[in-house]
C-alpha cells in the first residue's frame, strides 16, 4: 500500500517581492519530483542543503502548497484535503521552536495532546508513557528553556507523537545534535518503525544516518531526484570503482592491475586503488607467485558519497 504518493512535483518561488509592473522571476525549487513511500517503510531524502528536502517536506504536511503535480498522503490530496491528512500525521520540523519554552514539558504535550482533541484519561497515560521513551519523565515539570538542545529534539518527538499519527515526517531530525542525543534519536525513529510499525518520512544530509536508518533512499539535488534505490542498491552503482588495499613483503615492483604503491615502511609495501571485485584473487596470486608474501588484503565498501559524487561530481556537503 503506498502511505505518499507523489508525482511530478514542482515549487516555484518568486526571487524578489511581486509588485505590480515588475517583472517576476522564479525559483524552481522542486522540478518535477516523484516517488512514493509504503506502508511501515522508513524512507529518506538524502540531499546537500538547498537541495529541496525542506520544501517536498512542507508540501506533504500541507504547509505549502506545490505549483503543479500530485502529492498525497493516505489517499487524501495535499491541496484538496490538507485538513484529512493533517488529522492522520505529525511533523518533526527542523529547529527549536517547535516548542513552548515557558511550559514545561509535559505542559507542552498536554497543551498539544488538547489541540488534537486526545480525550483527557487517554492523554495522560499517552503522555507518561512518550515521556517515558524518549527519557524525559523524571525531567517533566522543568521549563523547556532549561532543557539541553537534545532534550528539546527528544520532546519535541514526544510531541509529534501525541495524536499517534500514521505517518510520521523528520526534517533533519539530528542536526546541531550532540553524538549521544543523535544516537538516541535514531535508534527511537528506527524502534517507531520496527516495533510500532509508523510509517516515517525523513530528509537528512548525514550520509550515515541515511544508510543506518532508511529502508529506501532518494538522492535529491537541486530540486530533482537522481537516484532513488535502497542503500545496498544505491551502493551497487559504484561496485565497480572498488577501493583495495594490499599489505605485502617483498613487493616485485609493479603489478598488472594498476595498484600503486602508495607506501613502504621497514619492507612492507602498501598498494591501493581501484579494482574488479572479482580480480582481487588473482591479484593475490599474481603476488604469490611472484614470491611476495601477503600479510593483508582490505577492500573499502563503497559508502553513498561516493554514489553522490558519481551521480553530481561533486561531494555531499558542497
Not at 505518499?4 to 517583472?23: C, G, H
Not at 522540478?31 to 517503510?41: A, L
Request: hydrophobic share 40%.
Amino acid at each position: 500500500m503506498k502511505v505518499v504518493e507523489v508525482k511530478d512535483l514542482r515549487k516555484l518561488y518568486p526571487k524578489k517581492i511581486p509588485l505590480p509592473f515588475r517583472k517576476v522571476e522564479y525559483f524552481e525549487a522542486l522540478k518535477g519530483i516523484t516517488f512514493s513511500v509504503k506502508k511501515g517503510e522508513l524512507f529518506g531524502l538524502l540531499g546537500p542543503n538547498g537541495a529541496g528536502k525542506t520544501t517536498t517536506i512542507k508540501i506533504l504536511t500541507t504547509l505549502l502548497e506545490p505549483t503543479s503535480g500530485v502529492a498525497k498522503v493516505l489517499g487524501y490530496d495535499v491541496v484538496k484535503e490538507p485538513r484529512e491528512i493533517r488529522r492522520r500525521i505529525n511533523l518533526v520540523a527542523e529547529g527549536e521552536r517547535t516548542l513552548y519554552w515557558r511550559l514545561s514539558g509535559y505542559e507542552n504535550l498536554r497543551y498539544f495532546a488538547s489541540i488534537y482533541y486526545v480525550p483527557r484519561r487517554e492523554a495522560e497515560k499517552r503522555i507518561k508513557e512518550l515521556l517515558e521513551m524518549v527519557g524525559l519523565w523524571e525531567r517533566r515539570n522543568d521549563l523547556v528553556m532549561n532543557y539541553s538542545r537534545g532534550m528539546k529534539q527528544r520532546l519535541a518527538i514526544a510531541k509529534a507523537l501525541i495524536n499517534d499519527p500514521e505517518v510520521l515526517f523528520l526534517d533533519e531530525p539530528t542536526l546541531g545534535l550532540d553524538v549521544q542525543s543523535a544516537v538516541f534519536v535514531r535508534e527511537l525513529v528506527r524502534k517507531l518503525v520496527d516495533e510500532e510499525g509508523k510509517t516515517v518520512l525523513l530528509t537528512t544530509h548525514y550520509m550515515q544516518e541515511a544508510e543506518e536508518l532508511c529502508d529506501r533512499i532518494a538522492i535529491i539535488d537541486h530540486g530533482r531526484i537522481i537516484a532513488l534505490d535502497t542503500p545496498e542498491g544505491l551502493k551497487k552503482m559504484v561496485r565497480d570503482n572498488t577501493i583495495v588495499e594490499v599489505k605485502v613483503r617483498n613487493y616485485p615492483g609493479s603489478n598488472p592491475f594498476g595498484l600503486a604503491k602508495v607506501e613502504e615502511q621497514e619492507g612492507v609495501a602498501i598498494l591501493r586503488g581501484s579494482i574488479d571485485e572479482e580480480e582481487i584473487p588473482r591479484l593475490v596470486e599474481f603476488l604469490v607467485k611472484n614470491n611476495a608474501k601477503v600479510l593483508s588484503v582490505e577492500v573499502e565498501e563503497p559508502t553513498l558519497e561516493d554514489v553522490f559524487i558519481k551521480l553530481t561530481g561533486r561531494g555531499l556537503r558542497d
